[in-house]
């Protein structure tokens, strides 16, 4: 079992940053790949960002290329999602997720471990 716990969120206006932390607890964290997933109201998860176990590959939506930057520190068991120029469509509930192996996905379920999310809201 990994048990993962979100911080961060917040309310920010458009173009402000927020920098959202997932810790990670109960597995070795390397060995688990790592990803950022939203869901605004009404609206299916949406893949944001993901990385894999030793952080040297990365992927990223289209829609947050460019302002967002996911990171992972594996000696504090953390990963870390940096959101700059912020819009109000980017307005969501912010999951952590993590799969086994290491490897990295872009759908949601392809992962088997999830946080409670962390609220983002952008005003205009």
């Known amino acids: 079992q990994v048990q993962l716990v979100e911080s961060g969120g917040g309310l920010v206006r458009a173009g402000g940053s927020l920098r959202l932390s997932c810790a990670a607890s109960?597995?070795?964290?390397?060995?688990?790949?790592m990803a950022w997933f939203r869901q605004a109201p009404g609206k299916e998860r949406e893949f944001v960002a993901a990385?894999?176990?030793?952080?040297?590959?990365?992927s990223t939506a289209d829609s947050v290329k460019g302002r967002f930057t996911i990171s992972r520190d594996n000696a504090k068991n953390t990963v870390a999602l940096q959101m700059n120029s912020l819009k109000p469509e980017d307005t969501a509930i912010y999951y952590c997720?993590?799969?086994?192996?290491?490897?990295?996905?872009?759908?949601?379920?392809?992962?088997?471990?999830w946080g409670q999310g962390t609220q983002v809201t952008v005003s205009s």
């Open positions: 997720a993590a799969r086994f192996g290491g490897r990295i996905s872009g759908i949601a379920r392809g992962y088997a471990y």
């Open positions: 109960g597995r070795t964290f390397s060995n688990y790949a």
């Open positions: 990385i894999n176990g030793n952080g040297g590959s990365i």
